[in-house]
């Protein structure tokens, strides 16, 4: 199974109603296919935190696995230039 198996819901509007989500996937060259924009170009593992970068270089939102509910859910960092609230769903992967 490659990586582009692998999809994930990004859920970018945060609290707004309604929800807004795009398909997005995370390449092994450190890029993001998918429906992803100079806000979401790349992407790294630190710390345990996927952090997604914008085409400028700069971090431009962070996420942590929450077992709890099965989501990547943003940190929510208000110096972040991303929504607050984000979140990402993994999609199953059927064989």
């Known amino acids: 199974m ?7 819901d990004l859920y970018f509007r945060g609290d707004s109603t309604p929800e807004q989500n795009k398909r997005i996937f ?5 890029s993001i296919g998918g429906d992803s924009n100079d806000q979401e170009s790349r992407w790294g593992v630190k710390w345990g935190i996927l952090e997604i970068y ?3 270089g700069e971090i431009y939102s962070k996420f942590k696995w929450d077992r709890s509910v099965g989501k990547l859910l943003h940190v929510n960092d208000p110096n972040l ?5 984000q979140y990402m769903v993994p999609l199953f992967v059927s064989r």
């Open 26 to 30: 995370f390449k092994p060259d450190g």
């Open 2 to 8: 490659s990586n582009t198996d692998r999809k994930f």
């Open 81 to 85: 230039p991303s929504a607050m609230g």
């Open 54 to 56: 914008a085409s400028t």
